[in-house]
C-alpha cells in the first residue's frame, strides 16, 4: 500500500542536506484527562523559561497554537507496516520527562486514544502521514516509557450472535 506524501517532504528525504525535516506529534486523550496530551519530537520554540520547556505550536487536531503546545520529548517511534493483514500498531518510547507521567497512564481503567501525525517542521499544521484513533493497548516503566498503540484487535470485535440452524434459517437446509 503506497501512500502519497506531499513534494517538500519528498525533496526532504531525497536530499544529501536539508534544514526541513519529519517532525512526530502526538496526542493522548481519555475522559479523565482534562486536556489532552500533547507531545511532540521536536523543540521548535522556547515555551516557558521557568520551568525550562521547549515544544513546537501547531494547530493540528484543533491545537490552538498560540494557547496550547506540544510539549518537546526525547522519543522513537516504530511506524505502523504496510501490510494489509496486520493492524495499524505503533510503539512509541519516550524519555522519562514527569515522574508523574506512569502514576497517570496507570490510572486510567478504560483505554486511552492515541493520534499520530508525522508533519515537516516548516509546516506543522499539516500532516504528511496521520494515524488517528488508535488504542493504547500497554506500556512498560522505568527510565523510559513505551507505550504500544494499536486499532481495536478483531479478537475484541462482537461476534454475530445467530446461529446459522435448522431452526432459524430453514431455507438453507433443504
Not at 493522548?28 to 520554540?45: K, V, Y
Not at 515544544?55 to 505502523?80: C, I, K, M, N, Y
Not at 497517570?104 to 499544521?125: G, H, K, Q, W, Y
Request: proline fraction near 7%; charged fraction near 20%.
Amino acid at each position: 500500500m503506497t501512500r502519497a506524501i506531499s513534494l517538500n517532504a519528498r525533496r526532504s528525504l531525497d536530499a544529501a542536506a536539508t534544514e526541513d525535516f519529519f517532525v512526530v506529534l502526538l496526542e493522548i486523550t481519555h475522559p479523565n484527562l482534562a486536556a489532552p496530551l500533547r507531545l511532540s519530537t521536536d523543540p521548535t520554540e522556547r515555551i516557558s523559561i521557568e520551568p525550562l520547556v521547549y515544544g513546537t505550536r501547531s494547530g493540528w487536531r484543533g491545537a490552538d497554537p498560540v494557547a496550547d503546545h506540544w510539549q518537546f520529548v526525547a522519543a522513537a517511534l516504530e511506524l505502523p507496516s504496510d501490510q494489509e493483514d496486520v493492524p495499524a500498531a505503533v510503539r512509541i518510547t519516550l524519555d522519562l520527562f514527569d515522574a508523574t507521567l506512569p502514576a497517570l497512564l496507570r490510572s486510567f481503567e478504560t483505554r486511552a486514544t492515541a493520534n499520530i501525525a508525522l508533519v515537516m517542521a516548516s509546516d506543522p499544521d499539516t500532516p504528511e502521514q496521520q494515524f488517528l484513533g488508535l488504542e493504547v493497548t500497554g506500556g512498560t516503566y522505568g527510565a523510559q516509557v513505551a507505550i504500544s498503540a494499536s486499532r481495536k484487535p478483531i479478537e475484541e470485535e462482537g461476534a454475530p450472535m445467530d446461529i446459522i440452524g435448522k431452526q432459524r434459517f430453514p431455507g438453507l437446509f433443504r
